[in-house]
């Protein structure tokens, strides 16, 4: 199975700043379609996961454009700039590329500093 | 709008069984392939099965292949996931999702 690293496993941040949060994988992403499987959720405080980002950078409806993510093959990023408080949770990275299963990184926690 | 609910979970002895149901609405169900996705207490996620959209094919973890079963029913628009032999373990919230779309959960407690 393919084991996604997230890091760190949780940041600190004020409002208003800007966050990164890594995410590497054991294998290459990408599948034999050409496309990269690698998608960005969030878990809100007593909330069901979302998904903020699939492909790794295409945006899911609703999801402002402070939102965005990057990378190839096994290195991915996730950039939220401008931090509002509503954005504060758990952030998941999931690859559906080598499937199944679908692996999920351990989770960022994004708190308030 | 998507509307995924889950309903099924309760407390239940080690070795037990139980049905997990999740009603789909919003979206064209039938055309989906859809999960379960359970998340222990304090902990990630993990996905545990997959159900093709027409039923052809079927997936599990192996954590819980030869325990649990996934079936759907197109026609009520509904997911199911009966789980066998629970043993502490399972003791999770259960999720079942589309992808983009994820129920609220049920909780599945397997406690003596």
């Known amino acids: 199975d393919v084991v996604m690293t997230q890091t760190p496993p949780s940041l600190s941040v004020a409002i208003g700043q800007s966050v990164s949060i890594s995410c590497k994988s054991s294998q290459s992403l990408v599948y034999s379609d050409g496309k990269t499987y690698l998608h960005w959720l969030l878990q809100s405080s007593g909330r069901s996961p979302k998904r903020l980002i699939y492909?790794?950078?295409n945006l899911d409806s609703g999801v402002p454009d402070r939102f965005s993510g990057t990378g190839s093959q096994k290195d991915f990023t996730l950039k939220i700039s401008r931090v509002e408080a509503k954005d504060l949770g758990v952030y998941y990275c999931?690859?559906?590329?080598?499937?199944?299963?679908?692996?999920f990184g351990g989770g960022t926690k994004l708190e308030l500093k | 709008e998507v509307q995924l609910v889950e309903s099924g979970g309760g407390l239940v002895q080690p070795g037990s069984s139980l049905k997990l149901s999740c009603v789909a609405s919003g979206f064209t169900f039938s055309s989906y392939n859809m999960h379960w996705i359970r998340q222990a207490p304090k902990k990630g996620l993990e996905w545990i099965a997959l159900?093709?959209?027409?039923?052809?094919?079927?997936y599990y973890a192996d954590s819980v292949k030869g325990r649990f079963t996934i079936s759907r029913d197109n026609s009520k628009n509904t997911l199911y996931l009966e789980m066998n032999s629970l043993r502490s373990e399972d003791t999770a919230m259960y999720y079942c999702?589309?992808?983009?779309?994820w129920g609220q959960g049920t909780l599945v407690t397997v406690s003596s």
């Open positions: 492909q790794v950078s």
């Open positions: 159900i093709y959209y027409d039923s052809s094919n079927k």
């Open positions: 999702a589309e992808g983009a779309y």
């Open positions: 999931a690859q559906t590329t080598h499937f199944p299963p679908w692996t």
